[in-house]
């Protein structure tokens, strides 16, 4: 197998895994659109795949060959994707409260 290959392979084999997650997050939900949420959502795209790039880079520089040569593959492979994983999380829930702050009622003062 090739450095390249080798050295990205993480990412070869978790691309059509992440395209999934990443249309779903992208398409849902369908409303409220705006330039806000697709600057939002492009960054955090941006941001995710930015951060299973540098974990697998930083896996396959740190992992201990000592536990055979698979390790690197598994360990910059899991870095990957929890990584990934966790900045989508991080998106879904900001994004959440984003759109409950704004479509949320605004409290009036009552009347007694």
């Avoid at 896996?59 to 060959?65: F, T």
């Amino acid at each position: 197998m090739s450095t390249g290959v080798q050295l990205n392979l993480a990412m070869i084999l978790f691309a059509p895994w992440f395209a999934v997650l990443s249309v779903l997050f992208w398409r849902y939900p369908r409303q409220p659109r705006g330039p806000a949420r697709l600057a939002f959502d492009s960054l955090a795209l941006i941001a995710a795949t930015a951060a299973a790039f540098a974990g697998m880079y930083w896996g396959m520089a740190h992992a201990d060959a000592g536990y055979g040569p698979m390790w690197k593959q598994v360990f910059a492979t899991s870095l990957a994707y929890g990584l990934y994983l966790g900045v989508m999380a991080a998106a879904l829930i900001a994004r959440m409260r984003w759109f409950a702050r704004t479509n949320s009622p605004s409290r009036a003062p009552s009347r007694s």
